[in-house]
């Protein structure tokens, strides 16, 4: 069995403020990682995933997300907040099982807010 | 590439009746859809794993005969959320996976309101 926690379910910044969102998994099976965003009235966007390459993943629209093992953690972050990334998160744990293919465990999500 | 859809993206329904939604896979192949439920300000929870030609996997908790999940085809999943109630209400995402990587990509949801 696998699980997330999303450490935080808010989290506010300042634009141009670095962001960190925070992210703890467990999972009984090599974990795939990933992190979606959802903005209000859209479909789930892919940001970057962790399928045990390198544990420094790059994702879109400038977010990156490091593998730590030894942690089990999985956090995302940006160097600089723009208006546009206020959405809600989501870190997404896929558990391989060996059986193909495997739904995924979602966290609760993180509400992130930019302040002007 | 990896485009999803929805279809409909919104649908009113009164107490009783069924509704069904489909799940398109636009560009590519999907052997495995998977069907999700999100309900406000909360996260979204699995429901079943759709396989082609074969029944669907429910999680438990899920009503498979409330939920009946049909995979007819590599780009096709349909949901019918059978006699609908007021507490069926929702925003239903589906997925579908492609790769390797073995990838998720969702479609943009189908809001149900059920009076």
């Known amino acids: 069995a696998q699980s997330v926690t999303q450490l935080d379910s808010h989290v506010s910044v300042s634009e141009g403020t670095p962001v960190l969102l925070r992210c703890n998994y467990s999972s009984s099976y090599s974990p795939s990682l990933f992190w979606y965003v959802q903005h209000p009235n859209k479909g789930l966007q892919l940001l970057l995933k962790?399928?045990?390459?390198?544990?420094l993943v790059k994702g879109i629209n400038g977010f990156e997300a490091e593998f730590k093992k030894s942690e089990t953690s999985f956090h995302l972050t940006k160097p600089s907040a723009h208006m546009s990334d206020a959405a809600e998160y989501f870190c997404v744990v896929r558990a391989y099982s060996g059986g193909g293919a495997d739904g995924l465990t979602f966290g609760k999500g993180t509400h992130l807010i930019i302040q002007p | 590439g990896a485009v999803v859809s929805q279809h409909p993206s919104r649908v009113i329904c009164k107490s009783g009746t069924s509704v069904k939604i489909e799940c398109r896979s636009l560009?590519?192949?999907?052997?495995?859809m998977f069907w999700y439920r999100q309900f406000p300000k909360q996260s979204l929870m699995l429901m079943a794993t759709?396989?082609?030609?074969?029944?669907?996997?429910?999680e438990q908790g899920v009503e498979k005969d409330k939920f009946l999940i049909n995979h007819a085809s590599l780009t096709l999943s349909t949901l019918t959320v059978t006699s609908a109630h007021p507490e069926d209400s929702s925003f239903y995402i589906c997925s579908a996976t492609a790769g390797p990587p073995l990838t998720q990509y969702f479609g943009p949801g189908t809001r149900l309101t059920v009076l």
């Open positions: 560009d590519f192949q999907a052997t495995t």
């Open positions: 759709s396989n082609e030609g074969s029944k669907a996997t429910y």
């Open positions: 962790y399928t045990s390459a390198a544990t």
